[in-house]
T-cell receptor, first 113, second 112 residues
Framework: NAGVTQTPKFQVLKTGQSMTLQCAQDMNHNSMYWYRQDPGMGLRLIYYSASEGTTDKGEVPNGYNVSRLNKREFSLRLESAAPSQTSVYFC????????????FGPGTRLTVT | AQSVTQPDIHITVSEGASLELRCNYSYGATPYLFWYVQSPGQGLQLLLKYFSGDTLVQGIKGFEAEFKRSQSSFNLRKPSVHWSDAAEYFCAVGDRADKLIFGTGTRLQVFP
């Protein structure tokens, strides 16, 4: 199993450009998450999807949209990138329900100039 | 409001020394508690978790943590640190394992 995979690994955007970060998991997990990690701020939840077909906002959803394409894939879209969105983005998944750890992808480092 | 505090931003220890990383939380009920480790350029890996039962939990790589309800703490310990333990460590809490609040992290540096 590859676990949780994210593409791309690195990306540089100009202000105003759009892009989609891709996340896929092959563990048949129900729930998937997008976090951003900024220095000194830990991980903050952007959006999550408790199951296929559902999405909900997390702590910092502004400027982002998500799509739970199917059970495996959960994408994060920046419609008009801003320098404040420069960050490392992590996708995570869990089987569903409680009592499970989150499995994290390797991250996407995004720079917006 | 729910919160997690990791008071130490950066800790430096010598290889072979003992280690304790602090984590304090503010929560209405008994939370689910986690410690994750992040090596440079990598995602987060679970070290250990506490849901209920024995308050001293064992994790991978020789780490353990103790839940102290009276102190709202969940400190991570290791008796003898190895150079490969150099990484960033995150404490996380939640009332359900699928919705977590992460601390700001403690960066561990290990000197030979």
């Amino acid at each position: 199993n590859a676990g949780v995979t994210q593409t791309p690994k690195f990306q540089v955007l100009k202000t105003g450009q759009s892009m989609t970060l891709q996340c896929a998991q092959d563990m048949n997990h129900n729930s998937m998450y997008w976090y951003r990690q900024d220095p000194g701020m830990g991980l903050r939840l952007i959006y999550y999807s408790a199951s296929e077909g559902t999405t909900d906002k997390g702590e910092v959803p502004n400027g982002y949209n998500v799509s739970r394409l199917n059970k495996r894939e959960f994408s994060l879209r920046l419609e008009s990138a801003a320098p404040s969105q420069t960050s490392v983005y992590f996708c995570a998944s869990i089987p569903g329900g409680t009592l499970y750890e989150q499995y994290f992808g390797p991250g996407t480092r995004l720079t917006v100039t | 409001a729910q919160s997690v505090t990791q008071p130490d931003i950066h800790i430096t220890v010598s290889e072979g020394a003992s280690l304790e990383l602090r984590c304090n939380y503010s929560y209405g009920a008994t939370p689910y508690l986690f410690w994750y480790v992040q090596s440079p350029g990598q995602g987060l890996q679970l070290l250990l978790k506490y849901f209920s039962g024995d308050t001293l939990v064992q994790g991978i790589k020789g780490f353990e943590a103790e839940f102290k309800r009276s102190q709202s703490s969940f400190n991570l310990r290791k008796p003898s640190v190895h150079w490969s333990d150099a990484a960033e460590y995150f404490c996380a809490v939640g009332d359900r394992a699928d919705k977590l609040i992460f601390g700001t992290g403690t960066r561990l540096q290990v000197f030979p």
